[in-house]
T-cell receptor, first 112, second 112 residues
Framework: DGGITQSPKYLFRKEGQNVTLSCEQN?????MYWYRQDPGQGLRLIYY???????QKGDIAEGYSVSREKKESFPLTVTSAQKNPTAFYLC???????????FGSGTRLTVV | GQQVMQIPQYQHVQEGEDFTTYCNSS?????IQWYKQRPGGHPVFLIQ?????EVKKQKRLTFQFGEAKKNSSLHITATQTTDVGTYFC????????????FGTGTQLKVEL
């Protein structure tokens, strides 16, 4: 079955450490996105990529980095520069802009 | 800056009552999408509206796009406990690049 896989589901890290969240899709979608969701809040866009080897900053990119070396993969690195990294991170993909997004099941990151 | 505002933030209903959430923008939208996120889950795409005044139905759910394409609504008839979750609208804003901006969401709780 096609879909988006995010791993791990839960992740714990010590403050000051970088951590990379995985996002893989087999939907053959061109566009991929990373969102952050805090408890009781909406979704805020971190980074997005419309094509391989290209990506743009979203609304809250500071303290994060991404790469898009393969169409099916869009990993997100949460760096030590991110002041409040504890959150629920959601990866999504779409065929192209203007189409509905398919979301992964998310990674809950806790930094202690 | 441009935003997509959603009201109400929370809604508690008795099972069998109707429910409506509203999404408003200060600018004209090219289209609008609706998503549902179950507690502890990830957003799931429900529908996309494109035309002015468009109305679409999915069983007990009715989606409407305003004539001026600045607002939208989601109406659920005779709510059930399976309708529990947070409903988000999302749209591509003018000058916002090819990315969705999500509304703040309406959290629906259904009591027996």
């Amino acid at each position: 079955d096609g879909g988006i896989t995010q791993s791990p589901k839960y992740l714990f890290r010590k403050e000051g450490q970088n951590v990379t969240l995985s996002c893989e899709q087999n939907l053959n979608h061109d566009a991929m996105y990373w969102y952050r969701q805090d408890p009781g809040q909406g979704l805020r866009l971190i980074y997005y990529s419309q094509i391989v080897n290209d990506f743009q900053k979203g609304d809250i990119a500071e303290g994060y980095s991404v790469s898009r070396e393969k169409k099916e993969s869009f990993p997100l690195t949460v760096t030590s520069a991110q002041k409040n990294p504890t959150a629920f991170y959601l990866c999504a993909s779409s065929i192209s802009t203007g189409y509905g997004y398919t979301f992964g099941s998310g990674t809950r990151l806790t930094v202690v | 800056g441009q935003q997509v505002m959603q009201i109400p933030q929370y809604q508690h209903v008795q099972e069998g009552e109707d429910f409506t959430t509203y999404c408003n923008s200060s600018t004209t939208l090219s289209n609008i999408q609706w998503y549902k996120q179950r507690p502890g889950g990830h957003p799931v795409f429900l529908i996309q509206l494109v035309k002015s005044g468009e109305v679409k139905k999915q069983k007990r759910l009715t989606f409407q796009f305003g004539e001026a394409k600045k607002n939208s609504s989601l109406h659920i008839t005779a709510t059930q406990t399976t309708d529990v979750g947070t409903y988000f609208c999302a749209a591509i804003l003018t000058g916002g690049g090819n990315k969705l901006t999500f509304g703040t969401g309406t959290q629906l709780k259904v009591e027996l």
